[in-house]
Structure formats: structure tokens, C-alpha cells
């Protein structure tokens, strides 16, 4: 009998969304997503259910984002499943930012690409010592998306800017500085933690179960990234990463230039457009323009066959340097999509949610 990749429960007061493809990091399928939304909308109005709580399968992690193999053989073949897709995470993003109920959100392990977008919109977002999160998008000539774009560009200073171009993973630490996540429980406490939630409101659980997370690694280098990463272009952050003489910015610097240039000025266009766009919905309305003109591209197709299907570790991007991609190239991932656009409600402030 095959397994369900989505287990929907409930344990006491609390309703349970279990992501269940731990052979593949319990990356999401257009057919999960679809059941997390129809869960929640079950459980909005429902008295018996109180809490959510989102969680992966096996002991890797939440999740390692969206399923980039079905999205290279759709792009592969000039489809738009990929769409229809994204639309509906973009969608359940937008939901669990606004949801009614406390969101709880367990980043224990990988937390990758749309893993972020089911996790980092909650009310609740807890990570353990053992939390690998990240945007990686870039390394597959795509840009972050689920929303991603839209809590980097919260982050403190350039951070956002630094993770979203170069994918780097961060801790449990780093996340919270960060703004990825809200509280530190470590990973033995999970089991105890989840089940005082079945009869207890989040906020009495975690004053007893949150501790002081392990020391990160961003704090201490936040001079020379919030420097580096103002300047305008990518050009020119990789000039200022090379030229600060920081080791870890040299390293920075030669992550980045290995990413598809194409894939970078989108990211950094994007990033500076969301700090002006105001609420998630309309970062998530740009970032559906930009995944679909993504659809398109050589790019993706490239380096989704380098990084998952070869792994040849080798994509050869199109165009191959940053000094090849010009404003126009950059200007196509922002156009309208015609009969295709995605529109959200929104309000100008988040959720307020009843502990």
C-alpha cells in the first residue's frame, strides 16, 4: 500500500500536517500542497482543533523545498504545470502567514526553498540544533520565491541579500537573527514539546521548552556583508567582497560567480523591490512573474539538470558572466503574465493571532 505523502491527523487539541516523502527530504508536489490548504480550511472553523503544527517524516528534515525534478522535465518541455503549481503554493504561503489558529512550524533539519515557505510564514516557528535553512535558488538559475524574497529583504541589514545570493545555510542561531525563525528548542525536546500542545496553548509550552541557541556565524561577520552587500549591482558586490581582504567574503565571492548571472540580478532586483512593495501578497504576486518567466528559460533547465539530474556539478549558464546580462534581460522577469497573473487579498499588517 503506498504511503500518503501528506499524513492529516489530529492529536488532542491540535491538528497535524506531517510531510511524508522522507526518500526525497519530503519535497512538495502540487498534490500536498493541495492538501495542507484543504486541512487548514478544514481546521479554521473547526472548535476541537486549536494549534497547527507542520512537520516532516523521517530524520533529514521538514523539507528540502519543491519538487525540482517534475518542474525540470515541465520546463524541459515548454509546459506550465509549473505554474498552476506555484500558484497554489504562493497561495497556501499567503494562508499560513494570515492563518487564525497558532501556526507551529518545526524546522528540524533541512528547511529548503518552498520547505521555508511552509515553516517561516507561521506564528510559530521553532528550530533545533540540528535546522540546516536556506534560499538556495540561485544555484539552479532560479530566484527564491514562497515568499522568500520577501522575509529576506526583512532580515537585519544585507543578510538577506547575502544568503538569498549565494544559498548559504544557516543554523538555528543565524535563522533567528535572521528573522527566519522565532524560538530555539533542541531536537530531544521535540517529542515532550509537541505533545504538551495537544492540551496546552503554544505560548505556556514554550516558556518551558525554549532554550538559548548554539553560537551561529552571521553576527560576527555582519560588517563586512551589510558593506559588501549594499552596493548596486551584483558586479560590484562581488568587487567589494573580493577587495575586503575577509576570507569568508573571498569564499562569498566565489559561490556567487558560480551561480547563474541571470538568476543573480533577478534576485537582487527582486530583494530591493520587495522592501518597497509592502505586504507578503504583493512580494508573492512579483514572485509568481518572475518563477513563470523562470519557466522559460535556459537557466533552470540547466541547472536543475547540473545540480539533480546529472549532477555534474557543471551547468554552463546562459549567458555566462554577469557583465553579459543586461536590463532587458533582467526587466522580462518582472512583466506582467497577462491572463496568468496572480492576484492575493491582502491587509497592510499580519495576522493577529489568539494565544
Known amino acids: 500500500m503506498t504511503e500518503e505523502p501528506v499524513i492529516v491527523r489530529t492529536e488532542g487539541r491540535t491538528g497535524v500536517v506531517t510531510l511524508n516523502r522522507p526518500k526525497a527530504l519530503n ?3 502540487h498534490a500536498m500542497v493541495e492538501t495542507i490548504a484543504a486541512a487548514l480550511d478544514r481546521w479554521e472553523h473547526d472548535p476541537e482543533v486549536a494549534t497547527v503544527v507542520i512537520t516532516g517524516a523521517g530524520e533529514r528534515g521538514l523539507c528540502a523545498g519543491g519538487d525540482i525534478r517534475s518542474i525540470h522535465e515541465d520546463a524541459r518541455v515548454g509546459g506550465k504545470a509549473s505554474a498552476a503549481f506555484w500558484r497554489d503554493e504562493y497561495r497556501l504561503n499567503a494562508r499560513i502567514a494570515r492563518y487564525p489558529k497558532p501556526y507551529v512550524a518545526v524546522m528540524d533539519g533541512i528547511v529548503m526553498g518552498g520547505g521555508v515557505g511552509v515553516s517561516a510564514h507561521g506564528s510559530v516557528r521553532i528550530v ?20 522568500g ?3 529576506l529583504a526583512l532580515a537585519p541589514g544585507e543578510l538577506g541579500t547575502h544568503l538569498a545570493l549565494t544559498g548559504a545555510v544557516v543554523g538555528a542561531r543565524d535563522a533567528l537573527l535572521c528573522g527566519l525563525a522565532d524560538h530555539f528548542v533542541p531536537s530531544d525536546d ?4 509537541l505533545a504538551a500542545l495537544r492540551t496546552e496553548a503554544p505560548a505556556a509550552v514554550l516558556h518551558r521548552h525554549v532554550r538559548e541557541a548554539p553560537p551561529g556565524t552571521l553576527e560576527d561577520n555582519r560588517a563586512w556583508i ?5 552596493a548596486d549591482t551584483v558586479e560590484e558586490i562581488v568587487e567589494r567582497l573580493l577587495a575586503s581582504g575577509v576570507p569568508a567574503a573571498g569564499e562569498a565571492a566565489a559561490t556567487i560567480l558560480g551561480r547563474s548571472p541571470v538568476a543573480l540580478k533577478v534576485t537582487l532586483a527582486s530583494l530591493r523591490r520587495a522592501r518597497e512593495l509592502g505586504p507578503l501578497e504583493r512580494v508573492l504576486e512579483q514572485e509568481y512573474r518572475v ?3 523562470a519557466l522559460s528559460s535556459a537557466d533552470l533547465v540547466e541547472g536543475i539538470r547540473a545540480q539533480v539530474i546529472d549532477k555534474d556539478r557543471s551547468p554552463r549558464w546562459t549567458p555566462g558572466t554577469l557583465v553579459e546580462v543586461t536590463d532587458a534581460d533582467v526587466a522580462r522577469y518582472f512583466a506582467p503574465t497577462g491572463d496568468e497573473e496572480l492576484s492575493l487579498a491582502a491587509s497592510d499588517s499580519p495576522q493577529e493571532v489568539p494565544w
Open 226 to 230: 551589510d558593506h559588501c552587500y549594499a
Open 27 to 29: 519535497a512538495l508536489t
Open 291 to 293: 518563477s513563470y518567466a
Open 149 to 151: 524574497t520577501y522575509l
Open 128 to 147: 533545533t540544533e540540528r535546522s540546516k535553512v536556506a534560499m538556495p535558488e540561485t544555484g539552479i538559475g532560479f530566484v527564491p520565491d514562497v515568499g
Open 190 to 193: 521535540l517529542p515532550a514539546f
